[in-house]
């Protein structure tokens, strides 16, 4: 059974990091994209960033590129989102999916969802 389980949020300050992972079990990456999504409070899914396990080829929100970077590590099957210089704007729950390939666009043909982890930007 294809599982993903999103793990690293937390509390932290606006200006700083958090590393949130997507570890996978039932199945292997190589075969799939893997996008990460947020949803804020009374909002819709928000595509923040997606990898491509083909060619490792990567893709960003607008509101993220140059702050979030997105990886992949094949020996732990997880995917990372690193996340820096962190601003209120962006507390959510962030969640990780699975697709044949990449579109954060929106969230249809995302398959495995987690359960989220929260993410709180806050002084």
């Known amino acids: 059974q294809l599982q993903l389980v999103e793990s690293g949020g937390g509390l932290v300050q606006p200006g700083g990091s958090l590393r949130l992972s997507c570890a996978a079990s039932?199945?292997?990456?190589?075969?799939?994209?893997i996008g990460w999504f947020r949803q804020a409070p009374g909002k819709e899914h928000e595509g923040v960033s997606c990898?491509?396990?083909?060619?490792?080829?990567?893709y960003y929100a607008d509101s993220v590129k140059g702050r979030f970077t997105i990886s992949r590590d094949n020996a732990k099957n997880t995917v990372y989102l690193q996340m820096n210089s962190l601003k209120p704007e962006d507390t959510a729950v962030y969640y990780c999916?699975?697709?044949?390939?990449?579109?954060?666009?929106?969230?249809?043909?995302?398959?495995?969802w987690g359960q989220g982890t929260q993410v709180t930007v806050s002084s």
């Open positions: 039932g199945f292997t990456l190589d075969d799939y994209a």
């Open positions: 999916a699975a697709r044949a390939y990449c579109v954060i666009g929106h969230i249809k043909g995302y398959a495995s």
């Open positions: 990898i491509r396990m083909s060619d490792d080829s990567t």
